[in-house]
T-cell receptor
């Protein structure tokens, strides 16, 4: 079974631009969560999607958004990039129902904002 | 809300020896799970072990085991017969149950484990 796939692996953007990151979960998994990892703040939860609906949201500004498609693939978008958005963005997939199960992570997308 | 404290930023262990990583947490959830993840230099987050809070028996996965003290909200990870490949950053992470609001993983600050040959 294929694991969680995140694309692209690396990205360099200029301040003010927007960016879209993609995550394909493990086949059969319906929940996708996104996390931001930085040296200063550690790992922080961005949002979770389940069956195309945002089920949970972390404490991030509205510039951070996401969506999930009918095949459970998810995208996250960051608009008006700031230098502080430079981070490793991790996507995790899990079954999501009926009981909570462990989450499996992709290799991440390293975003650098210059 | 959930909080996690990993009080050991760095630890080292001799190859083949045993090491214990500490974690304390706080949660208002009655139904929750606890996980240990490792993140090697590749940055891939890898699940090490999980514990359901309603289970009294400590989880074991090969050389990895936990000491779960629910009343004390403590969840330590023991690595036996340490191997060079165990070197990584280790994160403790509680996760609320399906019926609660805190379904996301809440990560601690991590413990960087070095394995000495």
């Amino acid at each position: 079974k294929a694991g969680v796939t995140q694309t692209p692996r690396y990205l360099i953007k200029t301040r003010g631009q927007q960016v879209t990151l993609s995550c394909s979960p493990i086949s059969g998994h319906r929940s996708v969560s996104w996390y931001q990892q930085t040296p200063g703040q550690g790992l922080q939860f961005l949002f979770e999607y389940f069956s195309e609906t945002q089920r949970n949201k972390g404490n991030f500004p509205g510039r951070f958004s996401g969506r999930q498609f009918s095949n459970s693939r998810s995208e996250m978008n960051v608009s008006t990039l700031e230098l502080g958005d430079s981070a490793l963005y991790l996507c995790a997939s899990s079954l999501g129902q009926p009981t909570l199960t462990e989450a499996f992570f992709g290799q991440g997308t390293r975003l650098t904002v210059v | 809300a959930q909080t996690v404290t990993q009080s050991q930023p760095e630890m080292s262990v001799q190859e083949a020896e045993t090491v214990t990583l500490s974690c304390t947490y706080d949660t208002s959830e009655s139904d929750y799970y606890l996980f240990w993840y490792k993140q090697p230099p590749s940055r891939q987050m890898i699940l090490v072990i999980r514990q359901e809070a309603y289970k009294q028996q400590n989880a074991t996965e090969n050389r990895f085991s936990v000491n779960f003290q629910k009343a004390a909200k403590s969840f330590s990870l023991k690595i036996s017969d340490s191997q060079l490949g165990d070197a990584a950053m280790y994160f403790c992470a509680p996760r609320g149950g399906a019926s609660g609001s805190a379904r996301q993983l809440t990560f601690g600050s991590g413990t960087q484990l070095t394995v000495l040959p």
